[in-house]
């Protein structure tokens, strides 16, 4: 039986494109075993019919805060009461405006002045307007006061733009909702995840790198948090919005990720190692910038060590994942490096056109002692979780054993 069977989620969706995956999200939450009552802007329903939700929840869709049938008893302030969780999916801009402002000036914003409850948000929107200071200092004051962010991820949007403001997958979703009640399966654990690239510097302006954007690692924060554990990320340099709820460190080069790797480990339950770290750096990295005087330059490298290996072997090891980019024979690459480096599990990709490095899909293979899974090919977003619930499986089994 799921933990959100028989638990009382109030689904609010504002008016943006995203408002179709709020379908899948109502249909995940019902297949829990969770009560939905699904709440809407007049605005919403121009993205999706009510009659969806009524569908797949089998309540009425609320949507008009002057309601004759419901309001002769109050009926707003009974479904403030009623909710155990509020969950805005998508939220947009002017909600977030909106309810930062303390504003009351529908049946939803009503309802999240009015309850108690816990609110939930996944914000959905524009690049730009996810950027903006104003959208910033709004998610600021929101999350002061207890609001929770799911998202958002950062991709292709549907004006074309690319960059953070899409709205987290329902999965993605659905694991925080989880973990904001308390029911997260790493709740009380502490994870460090290393993401991204590193870059080792030449010189002043020129460096030696690799084309990791570090999506994959940011979706894995997120979905660690929404499972409730404690994520110290330690991020090379990437464009990407800190997760909510991750304790961000900042580094460029493998040395420096290294430092902060060995700095966060005391007390750490899970190590992931998903960044792409470059396996050399030059000897030295010259003071001043290289002039290009010759037709040739000669660029002596040295290996740079070897951070997963290195926690992996230490006495009182924490549970270890790997990472494995490979262009060709992918699980005998994979097995190999699990073996050498005496890992618990390590999750494989294809790196290729289609996949990989740069991309918002992927998919992996995942290998550990005695047994392997295929995870297809889907949203970074929609892996992290399917990985992060593998992570806490075998975690659990080790520990238990």
């Given at each position: 039986m799921s933990a959100l069977n028989a638990r009382q989620v109030l689904l609010g969706i504002t008016a943006g494109i995203a408002a179709y995956k709020a379908a899948e999200l109502a249909r995940l939450l019902v297949k829990a075993g969770a009560r939905v009552q699904v709440v809407m802007t007049r605005a919403a329903s121009e993205f999706i019919a009510p009659m969806t939700f009524q569908a797949i929840t089998g309540r009425a869709v609320r949507e008009a805060l002057?309601?004759?049938?419901?309001e002769a008893a109050m009926g707003h302030i009974e479904l403030a009461r009623w909710a155990d969780i509020i969950v805005v999916a998508p939220a947009t801009a002017d909600f977030i405006a909106s309810t930062a402002?303390?504003?009351?000036?529908?049946?939803?914003?009503?309802?999240?002045?009015?309850?108690?409850?816990?609110?939930?948000?996944?914000?959905?929107?524009?690049?730009?307007?996810?950027?903006h200071p104003a959208t910033a200092s709004n998610v600021e004051r929101l999350q002061a006061r207890g609001v929770t962010l799911a998202g958002?991820?950062?991709?292709?949007?549907?004006?074309g733009d690319t960059?953070?403001?899409?709205?987290?997958e329902p999965v993605a979703i659905l694991a925080a909702i989880e973990a904001r009640l308390g029911i997260g399966r790493l709740g009380g654990r502490r994870v460090v995840l290393t993401a991204g690239p590193?870059?080792?510097?030449?010189?002043?302006?020129?460096?030696v790198g690799n084309r990791s954007s570090g999506k994959m690692?940011?979706?894995?924060?997120?979905?660690?948090?929404a499972q409730g554990a404690e994520v110290v990320m330690v991020s090379g340099p990437v464009s990407l919005p800190t997760p909510?709820?991750?304790?961000?460190?900042?580094?460029?080069?493998?040395?420096?990720?290294?430092?902060?790797?060995?700095?966060?480990l005391p007390g750490t339950d899970v190590f992931i190692a998903c960044a792409a770290v470059a396996d050399f750096r030059p000897i030295e990295a010259v003071s001043r910038k290289i002039k290009k005087s010759?037709?040739?330059?000669?660029?002596?490298?040295?290996?740079?060590?070897?951070?997963?290996?290195?926690?992996?072997?230490?006495?009182?090891?924490?549970?270890?994942?790997g990472f494995a980019a490979e262009t060709h024979d992918v699980e005998a690459y994979a097995e190999a490096k699990r073996r050498s480096k005496g890992l618990d599990m390590i999750a494989a990709n294809q790196v290729s056109a289609e996949q990989g490095f740069e991309k918002d899909d992927n998919a992996l293979l995942v290998l550990w002692d005695g047994g392997q899974t295929r995870l297809p090919m889907q949203t970074k977003s929609q892996l992290a979780v399917r990985l992060v619930d593998m992570i806490a499986d075998r975690f659990d089994a080790q520990t238990s054993a």
């Open positions: 002057f309601d004759a049938q419901h402002a303390g504003r009351a000036h529908d049946l939803l914003s009503t309802l999240c002045l009015a309850s108690e409850a816990p609110l939930l948000i996944a914000p959905a929107m524009n690049q730009a307007m996810w950027r958002p991820d950062a991709g292709e949007q549907a004006c960059g953070p403001g899409r709205m987290s590193t870059r080792e510097a030449i010189d002043p302006v020129r460096f690692g940011f979706a894995l924060a997120q979905a660690l948090v909510a709820g991750v304790e961000r460190v900042d580094v460029e080069s493998a040395l420096q990720m290294r430092d902060a790797v060995h700095d966060a010759e037709e040739t330059m000669r660029l002596e490298l040295v290996r740079n060590p070897d951070i997963l290996a290195e926690v992996a072997a230490l006495e009182d090891r924490p549970f270890c994942v």
